[in-house]
């Protein structure tokens, strides 16, 4: 039997922190937010058949419109990780090897670690401000290597990969292995901070290039469970959309019907998560201001979260590790660098998801972990004799 590993990170979905600082979305959009009371009666008029193989042609349509493709080039899937898994499963057998950039959203990761699929890593560094080298990426193609999986927005760092890097490494791919494709998961690209552009969408760049995203970090809609994939080779975009099928037939009409409704809308509703994104962002640098160098950033070009460092000189194993019971034990949460292959001193720390007041609340508690830490750690002196 094939085993899946096991993912810690599913504390994010089956617990309720008083603090919940390793979200990396902003809180959820409701129906009301979505709809009038009349749209939500005429929801009672929504038949709930089967959807197409493809998905709803409209939806595709917005979202091609959005990527800069064509609709017969976007495939619809039930949340971005069900298009990451379907790519591993149809392009990761016994004699391919897919390359995958870490740090990485886990279940990138996991899924191909589950399929038993030959992965080769490409390691991104804190240190480096989460950039990538081409050449270090080129360095781990190989003549067998099928895919390759990075972010941008990275996830969990929300630093963004420049054009340059990434057409670099679809001339490298040219070089070592063109049958090899390129995903670039651009699930946080429309999570900018403020009036920052939004980063243009690599789908068009090239019939090499396969993208994924989702209503489910920007837009707060998780729940409806809406993910897509640019496909633009058409033998490809065939076999995704068989697999698709043949493992879930199709997504469900209503969440389809109600994400069309969120991409018809979508500016009014990304308007003011961006405004709070940029606000909390401001909080979370002041805050790191006053910690005394304890702390330190790669500061996020995007997303909801951001990377930050315990010091290794002032924090050995044992007190890293008080530091996260402390954080347990207040019910605050922080999401580990390990869960994304990165070193155990860095946390993600999400700024998006808590109200200003309980962000700042939040940040306070890791203060105090931070300082329980601290006595925790130092050796008990023992008292002079007299």
Not at 123 to 146: E, H, I, K, M, W
Not at 308 to 328: G, H, K, Q
């Amino acid at each position: 039997m094939r085993r899946f590993p096991p993912s810690p990170i599913t504390a994010l979905v089956d617990e309720s922190p008083q603090y919940d600082l390793g979200e990396s979305y902003c809180r959820e959009l409701t129906l009301g937010e979505l709809l009038s009371a009349d749209e939500i009666t005429a929801l009672s008029q929504v038949p709930l058949g089967y959807g197409s193989s493809a998905g709803a042609p409209e939806l595709r349509q917005l979202i091609a419109d959005r990527s800069g493709v064509t609709p017969d080039e976007v495939l619809l899937t039930t949340g971005a990780a069900s298009s990451l898994f379907l790519l591993g499963l149809l392009l990761g057998d016994a004699d391919s090897e897919i390359v995958v950039v870490r740090p990485s959203f886990p279940p990138m990761f996991d899924a191909l670690r589950g399929i038993n699929a030959r992965i080769a890593t490409v390691q991104l560094r804190f240190a480096d401000g989460y950039r990538l080298d081409p050449t270090v990426l080129r360095d781990a193609l190989s003549a067998n290597t099928r895919l390759v999986m990075l972010a941008s927005p990275h996830s969990p760092s929300g630093v963004v990969m420049s054009r340059e890097d990434i057409e670099q490494t679809l001339a490298a791919i040219e070089q070592v292995c063109p049958d090899a494709y390129l995903l670039v998961d651009e699930i946080y690209r429309d999570a900018t901070h403020g009036q920052a552009p939004v980063p243009p969408s690599s789908a068009a760049l090239s019939p090499k290039v396969i993208t994924c995203s989702s209503l489910s970090k920007a837009h707060g809609a998780p729940g409806l469970r809406i993910g897509w994939m640019t496909v633009r080779d058409t033998d490809l975009y065939g076999q995704l959309r068989l697999a698709r099928f043949n493992s879930a037939v199709s997504c469900g009409t209503l969440d389809e019907v109600l994400a069309a409704r969120v991409l018809q809308r979508a500016e009014s509703i990304l308007a003011p998560r961006r405004t709070l994104l940029a606000d909390a962002l401001a909080v979370v640098e002041d805050w790191l201001a006053t910690q005394h160098g304890d702390l330190r950033w790669v500061r996020p070009d995007a997303g909801a979260f951001c990377c930050v460092e315990l010091d290794p000189d002032a924090f050995p194993a044992a007190r890293v590790e008080r530091f996260y019971a402390e954080l347990s034990e207040r019910s605050t949460a922080v999401a580990p660098g390990e869960w994304f292959g990165d070193d155990r001193r860095v946390f993600r720390l999400g700024f998006g998801y808590e109200p200003l007041d309980e962000l700042g609340a939040g940040l306070d508690v890791i203060t105090q972990a931070l300082r329980a830490s601290e006595r925790m750690s130092q050796p008990e002196v023992a008292a002079t004799p007299g």
